[in-house]
Every structure is written in structure tokens, then in C-alpha cells.
């Protein structure tokens, strides 16, 4: 178990399937929240990617630099920043629009419970 854990293979599988659950996170939260569009599965993988890539990548910077509004607000300013980088990631993907801040905090929202959802589900 120890070893196929730490193996390359899983690690592989493991970030493909966290992509997939990503885009499928984001489909829904399409369907549910007015103010994001996705136009089709290929711009939602396509999507999931920038996501996936702006979360490793800016975010804890932005969470570095808010720091202490983020303590202020016992981390619900957290939201804010995930909402910030959807906006991010809608920015550099063409078909995938957001359309405003609120939808796009909403939508991250939405997309972190659907994301704990389906994790869990594939987990039991």
C-alpha cells in the first residue's frame, strides 16, 4: 500500500482524476448558478486545467498577501479569493465566462462542495 501510494502511476491517475472531478464540478456549477457559462465538456476540461494551475500557482500568493483580512475574518475571506480566481481563469479561457464578482464567488462555492461531493463519493 505505502509504495503504490508514493508510486508515479498513482500520482498520475490521482491528478487526473481530480481534473475530471474539477471539470465536472464546473459543469455543475454552470447548470446551477446563472452567471457562469460553459459552452461545452472540452472548454470545461480545457477550464479545470487554468483552474487547476492558477489555484497552485497565484492563489497562495493572494492568500499570503491577505493574510492578515483573512484572520480578521476567521478565513471567510477565503471565499473571496476563490471566487477572484475563477474570475482569473475565466479571463484566459475562451468560452467559460463569469459574469460578475458575486457569481463567481457563489460559483466557487458551489464548485468546492460539488468537488467534496464527488471526492467523497469515489473515496467510499
Known sequence: M????????YRRRSW??????????????????PGVHVDNVVTALLAAVVIGIVNAFVRPV??????????LTL????????????????FFVRGFQVSGFF???????????????????ARA
Open 103 to 121: 457569481s463567481a464567488v457563489f460559483g466557487a462555492l458551489i464548485m468546492s462542495i460539488v468537488s467534496s461531493v464527488i471526492n467523497r463519493a
Open 62 to 71: 493572494f492568500l499570503f498577501f491577505t493574510l492578515p483580512l483573512n484572520l
Open 16 to 33: 487526473v482524476i481530480r481534473w475530471l472531478v474539477t471539470a465536472v464540478a464546473l459543469l455543475v456549477t454552470a447548470a446551477i448558478i
Open 75 to 90: 478565513g471567510l475571506f477565503t471565499f473571496v479569493i476563490n471566487g477572484l480566481m475563477l474570475l482569473l481563469a475565466a
Open 2 to 9: 505505502y509504495r503504490e501510494y508514493y508510486s508515479v502511476s
